[in-house]
């Protein structure tokens, strides 16, 4: 499975929007900067972010988005599906109706890729936005290094 650039950008902008979720609504230019992302982009995938529910934000010199829920009820699994659909490695493996191949009843592989489907699904639906930013928090004392503003 590959994640393309726009669920990336739009996981690593929630990423940050978790880390400051104390601190009120945030820019999207703060968060562009900080994330190294593309300001008209990342604007486009806050819109989607905010129409699936994810997402709040404040007009105003004062405004900016801000997360709708807590860090720990959003998980990296749901931002990836709502910006990439389904999360499957390969078309025969998907949940919904599947495409005949004429392989199914001979192929060894469709297992492997059912398994590859449920640890990447296990583990993206488990890691909250909160965990993720736990994460980055203790690596920023281990290695000294702040994104503090």
Do not use: N
Request: hydrophobic share 35%; charged share 30%.
């Amino acid at each position: 499975m590959k994640v393309s650039a726009k669920g990336d950008y739009a996981t690593r902008a929630m990423q940050d929007l978790a880390l400051h979720y104390e601190k009120g609504p945030i820019q999207i230019e703060d968060i562009a900067r900080r994330q190294h992302l593309p300001a008209r982009y990342l604007e486009q995938i806050l819109l989607s972010l905010k129409r699936a529910g994810f997402l709040e934000s404040k007009r105003g010199v004062s405004g900016g988005y801000y997360l709708a829920k807590h860090p720990r009820e959003i998980t990296v699994g749901a931002i990836i599906r709502t910006m990439e659909g389904p999360i499957i490695p390969i078309f025969c493996v998907g949940s919904g109706p599947r495409e005949i191949c004429i392989e199914e009843p001979r192929c060894g592989l469709r297992d492997l890729w059912a398994d590859v489907r449920d640890a990447v699904v296990k583990i993206v639906d488990h890691t909250t936005l909160e965990d993720l930013s736990r994460q980055i928090r203790t690596r920023q004392e281990r290695e000294g290094v702040s994104y503090q503003i």
